[in-house]
Nanobody, 121 residues
Framework: QVQLVESGGGLVQAGGSLRLSCAAS????????MGWFRQAPGKEREFVAA????????YYTDSVKDRFTISRDNAKNTMTLQMNSLKPEDTAVYYC??????????????WGQGTQVTVSS
């Protein structure tokens, strides 16, 4: 089992920045892909970004490329999502997850409880 806890969400104006963190505990020795997903009210959960265990490869949905950066520190069992140039459409609950895929939420085994990000216009 892996437990994931997100932090760093909040309210920010459009154009601002936020840094989300995800702390993992439990069976962290497994080489999971780590990812961020988000869900806005009335919408399905969508993929945001993912990073391989080594950190050598990262993946982003098109709408956040060049604005968001995903990273991880396996020694500290943490993952971060640096979000710059935020837009109102980035408003959602953000979830971190651990699994074996990149963009398919069905292949993520473990999920955090989510953290709210609200971007005002």
């Amino acid at each position: 089992q892996v437990q994931l806890v997100e932090s760093g969400g909040g309210l920010v104006q459009a154009g601002g920045s936020l840094r989300l963190s995800c702390a993992a505990s439990g069976r962290t020795s497994s080489r999971y892909v780590m990812g961020w997903f988000r869900q806005a009210p009335g919408k399905e959960r969508e993929f945001v970004a993912a990073i391989t265990w080594s950190g050598a490869s990262t993946y982003y949905t098109d709408s956040v490329k060049d604005r968001f950066t995903i990273s991880r520190d396996n020694a500290k069992n943490t993952m971060t999502l640096q979000m710059n140039s935020l837009k109102p459409e980035d408003t959602a609950v953000y979830y971190c997850a651990a699994g074996s895929s990149y963009s398919d939420p069905a292949r993520y085994n473990y999920w955090g409880q989510g953290t709210q990000v609200t971007v005002s216009s």
